[in-house]
């Protein structure tokens, strides 16, 4: 196969801005504005399949079958994908080919490839990135999505694979969310899309319990991690299968896992990491890793140990000053409010890595084949205290260059 492909960094995204008056005159918009993207995608993901010897018949029951639980889930947004594919010309089941990509690689024998994301907790303040990566080969199949409010729905801004109304991404209400693959023998064809659970959060959350409301409302059947990240905290909640669990600072093996189980970078002071397996103990029975080669667990150790690294040179900072001692979780904590707040540059720093560490920051090996490169596609950083969300080509290792703010 060819080696050729866009290096990430060199992509320049289309931008699709939609103003419509309702959820059925946005869809045929995307379609026909997209069009052209939506068919280099779908051939795209139809030769990826074919390349990971998932038969066509597989492919189309996956998406049939996946198309029919959204209907029944979130009826608005299967009206708007149906119109999505009037737009761009195409039957509704051959676009959830590519918005159900995830349900349908559940039947493949390795997941393609993986990513890395960071939040910081901070009441008021709460921060989250992610360095998105993806085939290498589908480097020019995405595009910056600034999707207009309609009647009972939320303008939001993120990115988004073309077909799919939404994907990584903050709303006008301050939530934002971010998506890691995971791998389970739970994992089957045929769920609501997580693509789809995605898009109605930004859709219509305007708190963190409606985000993570919805998330547990979805009947699925792959396996993700989605960060919710607000002003106020930060959760991630990982799936496997149909089963969830929460983790987020401060609790316990019930609703999610404290960092006194030792497994959270950072101690108490708001971190969270995730890479590409799982973490919480209600779900490691049956968890896989993605691949035979996975790099999940090298850079989740990377990424602890520049958080642990990061946290002792903040914490020295403050307390060159007067404030709070001591070892209590409390201590900690109070010491964390007091030192000089994290920004989305400090995660930034956080997720860049060079050659020969753990590669946060994915760049394909020369001469990979096709199937076999991966690639930090974009990088994103959210803080939605200040409804902000930015959006760079390529990964943060490659100079952030093509980096677009929104302000919601």
């Known amino acids: 196969m060819s080696t050729e492909f866009v290096p990430a960094a060199e992509v320049r995204p289309v931008t699709f801005a939609v103003r419509a008056s309702d959820h059925h005159e946005r869809g045929r918009r995307r379609g026909a504005e997209l069009r052209t993207g939506i068919a280099s995608t779908l051939a795209a993901y139809r030769r990826y399949f074919a390349h990971l010897n998932i038969a066509e018949a597989a492919v189309r029951a996956a998406a049939t079958s996946s198309l029919e639980r959204l209907q029944a889930w979130s009826p608005t947004a299967a009206e708007e994908i149906a119109a999505v594919a009037e737009g761009a010309g195409i039957e ?5 080919e590519i918005i159900s990509r995830t349900e349908i690689m559940t039947q493949a024998a390795a997941a393609p490839t993986e990513c890395s994301t960071v939040s910081y907790t901070r009441p008021g303040a709460s921060v989250a990135a992610q360095n998105w990566d993806w085939a290498a080969d589908f480097s020019t199949l995405w595009h910056i999505n600034d999707v207009g409010a309609v009647p009972g729905q ?22 934002g969310v ?35 409301e919805i998330i547990h409302s979805a009947p699925t059947s792959s396996s993700s991690i989605i960060t919710v990240i607000t002003a106020e905290a930060a959760v991630q909640v990982e799936i496997a299968g149909d089963r969830k669990r929460e983790r987020r600072m401060g609790s316990d093996g019930n609703g999610g896992v404290g960092a006194d189980r030792g497994d959270l970078a950072g101690g108490d002071s ?17 968890a896989l890793e993605l691949r035979a080669d996975s790099t999940s667990q090298d850079r989740y150790r ?7 690294r990061f946290e002792t040179a903040r914490l020295e900072v403050r307390d060159s000053g007067a404030g709070p001692t001591g070892t209590s979780s409390a201590a900690a904590a109070e010491r964390a409010d007091t030192a000089q707040p994290v920004t989305v540059g400090d995660l930034t720093t956080l997720l860049t890595t060079e050659p020969g560490e753990a590669p946060v920051c994915c760049t394909p090996d020369p001469g990979a084949t096709y199937g076999n490169r991966s690639a930090t596609l974009v990088t994103v950083r959210i803080d939605p205290a200040r409804r902000q969300i930015e959006l760079a080509p390529g990964s943060p290792a490659e100079g952030l260059h093509g980096n677009r703010s929104f302000q919601l």
Request: glycine share 12%; hydrophobic share 50%; charged share 20%.
């Open 270 to 286: 708001g971190f969270l990491i995730h890479t590409n397996h799982f973490l919480h103990p209600d779900l490691l029975d049956g």
């Open 178 to 212: 971010l998506l890691n693959i995971l791998k389970h023998t739970a994992d089957g064809p045929g769920g609501v899309p997580v693509h789809a659970i995605l898009d109605r959060v930004l859709s219509e959350a305007d708190t963190l319990a409606e985000a993570l």
């Open 302 to 308: 990377h990424l602890a140990e520049a958080v642990a």
């Open 92 to 96: 509704v089941a051959e676009l959830m």
């Open 154 to 175: 939320r303008r939001h801004v993120g990115i988004a694979e073309f077909g799919m109304l939404g994907k990584i991404g903050l709303n006008e209400s301050g939530v």
